[in-house]
């Protein structure tokens, strides 16, 4: 610069590596009868919203994790009788629930 100062820049970057470790992830779905009424700023139902994160988070899953779904209310129940491995299929099988998941557990 014209009045003598001087400027720099040094930018660092770590070395981050990354693993894939295997994990359970298990979801836990409020499906009670009041997730079905009132509607959030979008103009949808805690159900409606549920569903869609779901999805989201199941096609975000590491490759290497084992997971589950399940619904409650005044029961519950599961998708799987156990934790399975993230495959497609068991990818599929899971969206498949999520689109159809109800607020139909009871209270």
């Given at each position: 610069?014209?009045?003598?100062?001087l400027?720099?820049?040094?930018?660092?970057?770590?070395?981050?590596?990354?693993?894939?470790?295997?994990?359970?992830?298990?979801?836990?779905?409020?499906?009670?009868?009041?997730?079905?009424?009132?509607?959030?700023?979008?103009?949808?139902?805690?159900?409606?919203?549920?569903?869609?994160?779901?999805?989201?988070?199941?096609?975000?899953?590491?490759?290497?994790c084992?997971?589950n779904?399940?619904?409650?209310?005044?029961?519950?129940?599961?998708l799987?009788p156990?934790?399975?491995?993230?495959?497609?299929?068991?990818?599929?099988?899971?969206?498949?629930?999520?689109?159809?998941?109800?607020?139909?557990?009871?209270?």
């Amino acid at each position: 610069a014209q009045d003598g100062s001087l400027a720099g820049l040094a930018t660092i970057f770590p070395e981050v590596e990354f693993r894939d470790e295997p994990c359970e992830i298990i979801f836990i779905i409020d499906r009670s009868g009041s997730m079905g009424f009132g509607r959030n700023r979008d103009g949808k139902t805690q159900m409606e919203s549920a569903r869609e994160a779901l999805m989201l988070f199941l096609r975000a899953l590491p490759a290497s994790c084992t997971f589950n779904v399940i619904g409650f209310g005044n029961t519950f129940s599961s998708l799987f009788p156990t934790s399975q491995p993230y495959t497609d299929a068991t990818l599929e099988q899971a969206t498949r629930y999520a689109a159809t998941m109800e607020a139909n557990m009871g209270r």
